[in-house]
């Protein structure tokens, strides 16, 4: 009998209509504001919060997500031998659900298995996701868009060309990044130019060697078989293939890593070969992680904005998800461009 008095003596719960009431606002602008949406004005924002904290309204997740059918998890699903890739788009996922109620999820996968769909829908459906981020190759795969869309888990497709429409991509200009650092070393002097190109069955490394070799043909360059070698985007792989381009007679006066883990093997195997970089090889390599600037010389590389395609790409997942990702302004398309370093100086014989 005391407790049935002291429930009926307490104030009702605030709810989400009651704040909207208040604020004299629809319940979609107080949702957004819970959400951090950047589609409000400021006065409409500052007049909501200040609402929430004189009253000391807290939104009650739970509910929220049985009401929508979804949990305020965002999924990031990869197969890639790049861990600092990896890194850097978990570091611009994060940023971007700051201060929200969105969590991030890792989803590690084996592209290969005959099981993989079933494991990613198995995954989208135990953890109910708000919606999933898809790392290439994985996000390459136009099957598995099409699995996550019937499932009704929204997705973006991180990429190095363009493969969805805007609301479901981030991509980046590699090709044309590639191309200009090509150009950069062909304004060098260099002629003999060597390649390390990504595995295959990525997209990132078709459209790398599809730049590298449009700047040769700009210039009338040949480009020997013998001047391309294969690599995985792995440090151990770029000192492998180094040693093949290294065994030619004439060696190469520069290469092109599509990768600086790959980029940073070669310069490890010119050192233990006594070949002097920059003066007898110049290197470029593709992302400029910390890596670049942590060797030496430090490597000339392509800059990927990464992070900035992260946070792009879990931004339009959580608009989407609050029913306004059409109107989500956040780019589609990021370019790289060439930073330029001491691994790089005109060949010693031109």
């Known amino acids: 009998m005391a407790k049935q008095k002291q429930d009926e003596g307490q104030a009702p719960k605030l709810t989400i209509n009651d704040i909207a009431r208040m604020a004299d606002v ?150 044309e990044a590639v191309a200009d650092a090509v150009r950069y070393l062909i304004a060098q002097g260099h002629r003999r130019i060597g390649l390390i190109a990504g595995p295959h069955g990525f997209r990132s490394a078709q459209e790398r060697r599809e730049g590298f070799e449009q700047a040769l043909a700009e210039a009338g360059i040949s480009l020997p078989r013998s001047l391309i070698a294969d690599g995985q985007y792995t440090f151990e792989s770029g000192l492998s293939a180094s040693e093949s381009l290294f065994d030619l007679t004439p060696r190469p006066t520069a290469i092109f890593a599509s990768n600086d883990e790959m980029a940073a093997g070669v310069l490890y195997a010119a050192r233990m070969r006594g070949i002097a970089v920059p003066e007898e090889l110049s290197i470029i390599g593709f992302d400029d992680t910390p890596l670049t600037t942590r060797v030496w010389p430090p490597l000339s590389t392509v800059r990927w904005p990464i992070v900035a395609m992260g946070r792009a790409a879990a931004l339009k997942l959580i608009g989407t998800a609050i029913g306004e990702g059409s109107e989500v302004n956040e780019p589609s398309m990021f370019s790289s461009t060439l930073i330029r370093r001491a691994s790089v100086a005109p060949p010693a014989i031109s």
């Open 26 to 175: 629809s319940k979609k602008t107080v949702s957004r504001v819970i959400n951090r949406s950047p589609l409000l004005n400021r006065e409409t924002r500052d007049k909501v919060e200040a609402i929430i904290r004189e009253t000391g309204y807290v939104p009650n997740p739970q509910a929220r997500a049985l009401a929508l059918g979804r949990n305020f998890l965002i999924g990031l699903v990869y197969d890639n031998p790049n861990a600092q890739m990896i890194l850097s788009m978990q570091r611009g996922i994060l940023e971007a659900l700051h201060g929200t109620e969105f969590e991030l999820v890792i989803r590690p996968v084996d592209r290969g298995s005959n099981l993989v769909m079933d494991d990613i829908r198995g995954f989208v459906t135990r953890q109910r996701l708000f919606g999933v981020v898809l790392l290439p190759p994985m996000s390459e795969n136009d099957a598995l868009a099409r699995m996550l869309d019937e499932q009704g888990c929204r997705y973006v497709r991180m990429g190095s060309a363009v493969l969805d429409d805007p609301e479901h991509m981030v991509a980046s200009n590699d090709k």
